[in-house]
């Protein structure tokens, strides 16, 4: 009981409630009428839209040359190509928007484009790995016929290869439309002030001007559309959906043909240029000044001084501080948590299925929705829990479960259940059974799990930007800030920030992507075991 | 290796821990990273305010550790953003306070201030040497009248005849394509000078003339940071920038004298039909753990001493009247004779349809 319980209790009290109070408390006629009423109001969800269809288009025309050649090739550095597309999309958002910041030229900095880029850069692994895992196992028969019946490689693609990785397209749609359309640490860094999609015109208002009430308005417009895509998009996928023979894992090939053995080195080598350009201008931008190379962005981290006396009030190396002691914290809560729901899930029959879509909600949800909530209702005694420590730990836990029991969770059904039967028939007890059985199963996924949640905290800004205080700013907090000054002292010590924030989350990555693989490996060595 | 039951055991115990932590008791071994929020009455107390006012190294710090010295009590600042920032983080964490005493909320924000209730009253002791006229404002002690200043077009005398022009002399003027490209002012969203140089405008211009106004301003490439840090000390010519035009204060030129070494006249100048008058206030947060201890920082802070640190500090003149200025300021500040200013109560009723529609029009 205790394996459901508290994650339930943690969901209900930290999400749920939360929530609900920012419906009913904030949200009223009159609020809701100035709101939709203003028109700057329907120009920012234009916006918003607009800019989240073209940097989903974008993404899948972009993705699906590198989804191709990773799914089919086999090539020298393909799976660093693949690791690397992971990395980048596991990335901070404030750190991806200082990384495009640092590209591009003046001309393009603080404009939708740069935006537009930065969102198709950071998702191309979207279409990677949800397309390319069809279309590895997608039979090459139908359009190795197609070809000998005399068609183009266009009109193979078209008629038959499209067709079935379109659902896969359209998942991989579905997913990049919701990151896009809820940007906001690419926004905040990397757009102009006017540049502002909803989740940060709802950030504005509440904490810039002041107007719980009209963000709240707001926000939960947002939740209407993201609800709607979710919708349209699992109605789609059963649509599209049509049974295929899929293959097992055919290995990807070495290119044979002339075409081939150019176009692949080109593609792939393209891909890895747009996937690394952007970390190597972070790392050039955080030695860089007006008048040369320079290390005070580094040598200087223990300050944020505008001149003797005045800082703009972070402190980077406070920030680091916090960040780590905050990822630890939010680390130790989602596993334990995450954890817990995991085996209480497998345990348990339709409440498992009940808590494991809800735990998924603070995902679904945006991660400033997820924040704002929980600063207007913690703030009553005896629930006044903005000053605590553990808040924000708290906050970036809720994001993170998800994460943690996914990882979980697979490994936990795939643990042969004649085992424990078996242990049971030679004697042990249903405890001792569970120990010797699921148990060791259980250490690798929870370290995959942790390690993820902590890139998540690390990285966390969203939520962050409302839960932390003065003084308690995390590295992406800090990070904005000292990017959105003018002195180029202070934004070279932002991008610094940023290449340590990088440089973590990335190592980060590294470890899952390895542990992860070596965990599929086993399974699917178990699984062909057994038949 | 632990058992099961032991680990279940624990995690349970961490998971409910997790969900029913309320008491900061248990926790304070864990929350000493986080000192400045831990409930602790004997402790230092939190000047919350903007980045404008001074950290460390200057003489306003050392008066404040003469305070130290004097009661006991420890003050530690806080840099919450801009006044505007300030001020929406103050709202949001009304009754658990960032820290224990606010600096610099201005008359343009004051009285949404004193609606969202994040001061407790307090009548400071001192008080009848506060001019008349800023005591008015608060009748109540709502908040504790400690600067005043004019905000105004401030221009770099040296940059300007570098470039061979007049320095303007109206607000009329900045639309001139003369000074194109040459003036940078703050988001009045986020920055108390900004918001103060916006209800100029709307002060010379009326409610609906200011927005032609401020579109021939874009026209003419104004520049727009969140604070007044950024764009004086980031782009003003006189500190290294490259905009010779800036929104900032009448006690600015002397401050440049003072500062400048071997300087024996104002290197800025204001232009004085564009000064807008602003009060600042302090006062104490309302839920503060230490309401005495911030009382008397309130009580020092419009003391002489004290209050003789403001202009060289913040820039601004002191509102205690019992202050001699420095020399330096009775030659080169400037206070105009007509300064413009609105009454508060329609500041109040416009505040966030003027940031509103100043948004829409000057950052999109």
């Not at chain 1, 498992?352 to 400033?368: K, Q």
């Not at chain 2, 104002?266 to 230490?290: H, I, N, Y």
Request: hydrophobic share 50%.
């Amino acid at each position: 009981m205790a394996l459901i319980g508290a994650p339930t209790i943690g969901l209900l009290l930290f999400y749920v409630w939360p929530f609900v109070n920012l419906i009913v408390e904030a949200v009223d006629i009159e609020s809701t009428r100035e709101t939709l009423g203003r028109e700057r109001t329907r120009s920012i969800i234009w916006f918003t839209t607009w800019q989240a269809v073209a940097s989903t288009l974008s993404t899948l025309v972009v993705g699906l040359a590198p989804a191709w050649v990773i799914a089919r090739f086999e090539f020298t550095g393909r799976r660093f190509l693949s690791s690397l597309l992971t990395a980048v999309f596991v990335l901070p958002t404030v750190v991806m928007g200082a990384a495009f910041l640092a590209l591009l030229p003046d001309s393009l900095d603080r404009t939708v484009w740069g935006v537009i880029g930065a969102h198709v850069v950071f998702n191309l692994a979207v279409v990677v790995r949800t397309v390319g895992a069809v279309w590895e196992h997608l039979p090459t028969d139908m359009e190795a016929a197609a070809s000998t019946l005399g068609a183009s490689p266009f009109v193979v693609f078209k008629e038959i290869t499209l067709p079935l990785i379109r659902p896969a397209l359209t998942a991989a749609a579905a997913i990049v439309f919701l990151f896009t359309f809820t940007s906001f640490g690419v926004i905040r860094v990397l757009g102009a002030p006017g540049t502002r999609t909803i989740e940060v015109e709802v950030w504005r208002r509440a904490t810039q001007l002041g107007q719980v009430d009209q963000a709240a308005v707001l926000a939960l417009l947002q939740l209407g559309v993201l609800a709607a895509v979710a919708v349209w998009s699992s109605v789609a996928a059963r649509r599209h959906s049509r049974a295929l023979e899929l293959r097992p894992l055919s290995r990807p090939q070495r290119p044979r043909t002339k075409a081939e053995r150019r176009a692949i080195p080109l593609i792939a080598g393209v891909t890895a240029v747009v996937a690394v350009a952007p970390l190597a201008a972070l790392v050039i931008s955080s030695v860089s000044s007006p008048t040369g190379w320079t290390l005070s962005g580094w040598t200087g981290l223990d300050s944020a001084e505008i001149r003797p006396g005045i800082n703009v009030g972070v402190d980077p190396v406070a920030a680091l501080t916090n960040s780590v002691q905050t990822a630890a914290w939010a680390t130790a809560f989602a596993t334990i948590i995450g954890g817990l729901a995991s085996l209480g899930i497998a345990a348990a029959g339709r409440a498992g299925r009940v808590l494991d879509a809800g735990l998924m909600l603070p995902v679904g949800t945006s991660a400033v929705t997820v924040g704002f909530g929980m600063l207007i209702t913690f703030d009553r005694s005896p629930f006044d829990w903005r000053a605590t420590w553990w808040i924000v730990p708290v906050g970036h836990a809720l994001v993170a479960v998800p994460f943690v029991v996914r990882t979980t969770l697979s490994v936990l059904r795939s643990v042969d259940n004649d085992l424990s039967a078996a242990a049971a028939t030679l004697g042990a007890s249903p405890t001792r059974a569970w120990r010797e059985v699921v148990v060791p199963h259980l250490w690798r996924p929870l370290a995959v799990g942790s390690a993820l949640a902590a890139a998540i905290s690390l990285g966390e800004f969203g939520a962050t930007s409302f839960l932390s205080r003065s003084g308690g700013e995390t590295l992406p907090i800090a990070i904005e800030q000292l990017l959105g000054r003018t002195g180029s002292l202070l934004q070279t010590k932002g991008y610094a920030l940023s290449v340590v924030l990088a440089a973590v989350t990335i190592a980060l990555v590294m470890v899952v992507d390895r542990t992860g693989d070596v965990a599929g490996a086993r399974r699917r060595e178990g699984n062909d075991g057994r038949r | 290796m632990i058992t099961v039951h032991r680990t279940i055991a624990a995690l349970a115990a961490s998971a409910i821990v997790l969900a029913s932590c309320g008491s900061d008791g248990n926790d304070a071994a864990t929350a000493d990273t986080v000192a400045a929020d831990v409930v602790d009455a004997d402790g230092p107390i939190t000047l919350v305010t903007y980045e404008s006012f001074p950290t460390e190294e200057t003489p306003i710090n050392d008066q404040l550790a003469a305070f130290t010295a004097e009661t006991g009590i420890e003050v530690e600042i806080l840099v919450a953003g801009d006044t505007g920032t300030m001020l929406s983080k103050a709202e949001l964490t009304a009754g658990n306070p960032e820290g224990d005493v606010m600096w610099g909320i201005d008359n343009s924000f004051l009285t949404r201030a004193i609606s969202s209730e994040i001061f407790e009253p307090y009548t400071a002791d001192g008080l009848d040497a506060i001019d008349d006229q800023f005591t008015a404002l608060v009748p109540n002690g709502e908040a504790t009248p400690v600067d005043f200043g004019d905000v105004c077009i401030n221009y770099d005398i040296g940059a300007l005849e570098g470039l061979g022009i007049e320095p303007p002399a109206s607000l009329d003027d900045l639309t001139d394509p003369t000074y194109a490209d040459l003036l940078v002012v703050q988001n009045p969203a986020t920055s108390s000078p900004g918001l103060a140089f916006l209800i100029a405008t709307i002060d010379e211009y009326g409610a609906d003339g200011w927005q032609d106004y401020w579109s021939s301003l874009v026209d003419n490439g104004v520049s727009v940071t969140d604070g007044w840090t950024d764009a004086y000390y980031g782009e003003f010519t006189y500190a290294g920038g490259d905009r010779p035009l800036v929104v900032s204060y009448g006690s600015s030129p002397p401050f440049e004298v003072l500062f400048g070494e071997g300087l024996t006249e104002a290197p800025t100048g204001v232009v004085e039909s564009t000064c807008f008058r602003q009060v600042e206030f302090a006062g104490v947060l309302a839920g503060t753990d230490q309401p005495e201890a911030a009382r008397q920082l309130i009580d020092f802070m419009i003391s002489e001493p004290f209050q003789a640190e403001v202009p060289l500090n913040l820039f601004v003149f002191p509102s205690n009247t019992d202050v001699e200025l420095d020399q330096a300021f009775q030659d080169f500040a400037v206070i105009p004779d007509s300064s413009r200013s609105v009454e508060p109560d329609v500041v109040d009723a416009n505040r966030e349809e003027w940031i509103d529609e100043w948004t829409d029009l000057v950052i999109g």
